[in-house]
């Protein structure tokens, strides 16, 4: 069964750093850009980060740039996200996608390009 599980979410206060790490199961990472989105109580879901099968290429939302940083481990078959500097606006749920991929370089941010999404990890960062 093909699964995507998110985890290390929770509380932080603000300035404060948290890793949430998303796991694959039942399909290997390696062939696919690995995307991060979030979202906000009320708003639509957003690109947060990126990476390309390689690791080689990442992009990030304007937002977060400078504070956070995507990783992938194909070996361990997962792909992190490391949050520092947090503030309050980054509260959201988050959620990694998989986006199977031909190209080493790829990355797209693209909602509807994505194949498989996890169900999410709540971060709530308080001030």
């Known amino acids: 069964q093909v699964q995507l599980v998110e985890s290390g979410g929770g509380l932080v206060q603000a300035g404060g750093s948290l890793r949430v790490s998303c796991a694959a199961s039942g399909f290997f990472l390696r062939s696919y850009a690995m995307d991060w989105f979030r979202q906000a109580p009320g708003k639509e879901r957003e690109f947060v980060a990126a990476i390309s099968r390689s690791g080689g290429r990442t992009e990030y939302a304007d937002s977060v740039k400078g504070r956070f940083t995507i990783s992938r481990d194909d070996a361990k078959n997962t792909v992190d996200l490391q949050m520092n500097s947090l503030k309050p606006e980054d509260t959201a749920v988050y959620y990694c996608?998989?986006?199977?991929?031909?190209?080493?370089?790829?990355?797209?941010?693209?909602?509807?390009?994505?194949?498989?999404w996890g169900k999410g990890t709540l971060v709530t960062v308080f001030s």
């Open positions: 996608a998989a986006d199977l991929s031909l190209s080493s370089t790829y990355v797209s941010g693209v909602y509807s390009a994505m194949d498989y």
